[in-house]
């Protein structure tokens, strides 16, 4: 009973959504809370006590005065968002076990000639991940889980395919920040500050993904070398592969016709075309209505770990952004270089935070809704968005408490401090002094 919650919370968000109304979207957000209360044993330890201390925290705002009433609606508003948004995109999982190009991807990618393995992973990974969010890291990891096991791979050889395959395929999903339109990083900074679009983020997200994509593939071409003479060549692109296409285009179609034709974002959009397009293709491949309902509910119970983790930290940052002095970084853009600094300590806080078990997204929640007063103060949004998204970006590669290293560290058998710190920890103080000089160039040419 209780397990049918959350797709008719996810419902009820995007219905909000499209009407514009807070209050649908506030009444979401109790659901949700009330489903991760329920469901509380059944939640990892991580989302269990992010979720308890959150509603904690709002609770306690509001019990002293501190949230009023619109407030509080806010804070629900935004939990249900963001719940909504993992739980929404995660419907295109329902398609990997009807496609074969899907369920055999490390063949197809690991093709072609050995020195441009990573990026062609980091770039695949990022473009599924548009689509598929989280669900691009259970693809990756729960497919290379099962083909070596197929293949007997063991001991350092194993432990070369997960260092080489999964941590390029979870730096190429923490590229999604950076140019992706369904990025929740976007999401946020554009909620926070309507006159930003993704396609004006873009540009610079595309230049700082090449920039962390040079580095990376600078560590890792040799152990890829060694991985691909492992490899199982295909004679042929596996059954499907057109129609997969076909599909995710017309995902993207219908954002583009939903963005062109409607107020909405294109986060938002896409909240509605992937589960639309994704329970259309299911109802017309399957012809079984009931079936392809319950294998829906399935798919957003599977995910309710991660949605636990983005409401609670959604609403956390919402209420501590609404309980943070207006003017509280204002001073500091009225200096020359006030702005580049206040930038370069968006970009570092984040994965410094996430270093320690602060995930992205609430530190992200509380940085966006700081932005506001200082575009009130006359300062050009534009260069600490760009930093904040690369700080994201960091961030999600750092953060051992995080949805995609906690995948990577289940599926993989690995520590997930080694996932973060092991494998990502030389790869993130590479790439920083490159990015904050990025961030520098921009400051020199962008009005701020």
């Known amino acids: 009973m209780?397990?049918?919650?959350?797709?008719?919370?996810?419902?009820?968000?995007?219905?909000?959504?499209c009407l514009s109304n807070l209050y649908l979207s506030a009444g979401a957000g109790v659901l949700f809370v009330l489903y991760f209360c329920v469901a509380l044993p059944q939640l990892q330890i991580y989302s269990r006590y992010l979720f308890l201390i959150s509603l904690a925290t709002v609770g306690y705002l509001a019990f002293r005065g501190s949230l009023a009433g619109g407030q509080l609606l806010k804070a629900a508003s935004d939990a249900a968002f963001y719940a909504a948004f993992l739980g929404s995109l995660g419907m295109m999982q329902c398609l990997v076990?009807?496609?074969?190009?899907?369920r055999r991807i490390h063949d197809v990618l690991l093709g072609g000639r050995p020195g441009w393995l990573y990026p062609k992973y980091a770039v695949v990974s990022c473009g599924i991940a548009s689509v598929l969010s989280f669900g691009v890291m259970s693809l990756l990891c729960g497919t290379?889980?099962?083909t070596l096991a197929e293949r007997g791979i063991r001991g350092k050889s194993r432990l070369r395919w997960l260092r080489s395959v999964l941590i390029s395929s979870l730096r190429g999903f923490a590229l999604v920040p950076l140019v992706a339109p369904t990025s929740v990083a976007v999401a946020i900074i554009t909620r926070e500050v309507p006159s930003l679009s993704w396609s004006?983020?873009?540009p610079y997200g595309v230049v700082a993904a090449a920039l962390l994509i040079l580095v990376g593939w600078l560590l890792e071409q040799r152990r890829f070398r060694i991985v691909s003479k492992e490899r199982v060549k295909l004679e042929a692109w596996p059954a499907g592969s057109r129609r997969l296409v076909v599909v995710v285009l017309a995902v993207f179609a219908v954002m583009a016709l939903l963005v062109a034709t409607t107020e909405l974002k294109v986060s938002a959009a896409a909240m509605l075309a992937v589960p639309s397009v994704t329970f259309l293709y299911m109802l017309w491949t399957d012809r079984q209505p009931e079936q392809a309902v319950r294998e829906t509910v399935a798919n957003v119970a599977g995910m309710h770990n991660e949605m636990a983790i983005f409401a609670g930290s959604a609403g956390l940052g919402a209420a501590l952004g609404e309980v943070m002095p207006n003017d509280l970084l204002v001073g500091l853009v009225s200096g020359q270089a006030g702005v580049f600094l206040l930038a370069v300590a968006a970009l570092l806080m984040m994965p410094l935070m996430s270093a320690v078990g602060v995930i992205p997204i609430t530190v992200l929640s509380i940085q966006a809704g700081l932005l506001p007063p200082l575009i009130a103060g006359g300062m050009d949004p534009l260069l600490i968005s760009v930093a904040l998204v690369i700080g994201f970006s960091l961030a999600m590669m750092l953060s051992p408490f995080g949805p995609a290293v906690m995948l990577l560290s289940r599926y993989g058998q690995v520590s997930r401090w080694t996932v973060a710190f092991g494998w990502n920890g030389l790869f993130v103080l590479l790439a920083l002094p490159i990015l904050i000089g990025f961030l520098g160039v921009l400051y020199l040419t962008l009005p701020v």
């Open 2 to 17: 209780f397990r049918n919650l959350l797709p008719v919370a996810i419902v009820l968000e995007l219905t909000a959504l």
């Open 97 to 102: 076990r009807r496609f074969e190009v899907l």
């Open 200 to 202: 004006g983020l873009l």
């Open 144 to 146: 290379l889980s099962d």
